[in-house]
């Protein structure tokens, strides 16, 4: 049975830095790719960032783009959300999302984590 736990989440300043975490501490066997899914107060969820698993191709939303890097440790069953130069709009809880393929939609992923809260603010 898939598995996600977030953790890492916080309060950080606009312009500082924080890396989100994402363990899978059950089977990942259908599993082939990992996402971040922020979804902020009162709107829906919209997938910013995901990596293969097998590959470590990547794909980014264009408003993380070059803010953003999602990672992955396929040997600690681990993905990471290394978000830089966050603003404030990017206030949402952060749910971890894993799938069977890299897609840019988060409804394509079929398994979710409970979130983690992260808030931009000075």
């Known amino acids: 049975q898939v598995q996600l736990v977030e953790s890492g989440g916080g309060l950080v300043q606009p312009g500082g830095s924080l890396r989100p975490l994402c363990s899978s501490p059950?089977?990942?066997?259908?599993?082939?790719?990992m996402g971040w899914v922020p979804q902020a107060s009162g709107k829906e969820r919209e997938l910013v960032a995901c990596v293969s698993w097998s590959g470590g191709n990547t794909y980014y939303e264009d408003s993380v783009r070059v803010r953003f890097a999602n990672s992955k440790n396929n040997d600690k069953k681990m993905t990471y959300l290394q978000m830089n130069n966050p603003k404030p709009e990017d206030t949402a809880v952060y749910y971890c999302?894993?799938?069977?393929?890299?897609?840019?939609?988060?409804?394509?992923?079929?398994?979710w984590g409970q979130g983690t809260q992260v808030t931009v603010s000075s």
């Open positions: 999302a894993a799938g069977p393929t890299l897609a840019g939609r988060a409804s394509l992923y079929h398994y």
């Open positions: 059950g089977s990942i066997f259908s599993i082939n790719a």
